[in-house]
């Protein structure tokens, strides 16, 4: 079932604790535009249809990534492109979003996820140990 605007845009800015849905927004497209690029098939379409449409969009047609990120890197990566981010806060921002969309997630889909994704990427979703 489809998470619809409000609820994940509210989701994301309580769990990052960002005083604007704006900030929570822009965090959300950094990072699902990052991790589009990770993903591919099935598990990639069946998680996009679980958000809102604007988010499935972007995770549908994601940057183009010239190899798998790790975990860190892909922190790193996130706090590149949010305008005064640290590693830090870009660690904030990566589990505030991908947190929720594990919730938006069935479990099964979860996994099949993760398994795409380089060792690391349970902790980022807030799913440790989860594979």
């Known amino acids: 079932m489809r998470m619809r605007w409000e609820p994940f845009l509210d989701a994301v800015r309580e769990r990052g604790e960002y005083p604007s849905r704006q900030e ?12 589009g690029a990770h993903l591919v098939g099935e598990a990639r379409t069946e998680l996009a ?43 904030w921002d990566v589990g505030a979003v991908l947190s929720v969309v594990a919730d938006a997630a069935e479990e099964d889909l979860m996994r099949r996820v993760l398994l795409q994704l380089p060792p690391g990427y349970d902790l980022l979703f807030g799913r440790p140990g989860q594979i």
Not at 24 to 35: D, F, G, I, S, Y
Not at 54 to 81: D, H, M
């Open 24 to 35: 929570a927004e822009r965090a959300a497209r950094v990072v699902l535009a990052l991790l």
């Open 49 to 91: 249809a679980r958000l809102p449409e604007t988010f499935e969009l972007i995770l549908l047609n994601p940057l183009q990534a010239a190899e798998p990120l790790s975990p860190e890197r892909f922190v790193r990566a996130t706090a590149a492109w949010i305008d005064g981010a640290t590693e830090e806060t870009a660690t």
